[in-house]
């Protein structure tokens, strides 16, 4: 009697859980390539637009900047160059 409604608890669990998304960049690379048909996948995997260009040549696919690589020149802030006056 105990084991029925386990098992019901149990597959009433499994299935009220939500579908897990895969990562779609790699942000480990700064280009990726998406490739177009029947399976479209992103394949982040290249170093240079031009490298993934080349591999691109022929087949179903387009070449783009990897939106979530980190960006190694970030912005430095700006300073003043006026001297700061004192409020004495």
């Known amino acids: 009697m105990h084991r029925p409604r386990l098992a019901l608890l149990v597959i009433g669990l499994l299935l009220a859980g939500g579908s897990a998304h895969a990562q779609t960049y790699d942000p480990n690379y700064p280009v990726c390539m998406q490739i ?3 399976v479209g996948y992103f394949d982040c ?11 691109a040549a022929g087949r179903s696919a387009s ?5 979530y690589f980190p960006s190694s020149k970030l912005p430095s802030p700006r300073r003043s160059r006026r001297p ?4 004495g």
């Open 36 to 38: 177009y048909g029947p």
């Open 84 to 87: 700061s006056v004192g409020t």
């Open 63 to 67: 070449c783009m900047v990897n939106p």
């Open 45 to 55: 995997r290249y170093s240079s637009l031009e490298q993934c260009r080349y591999l």
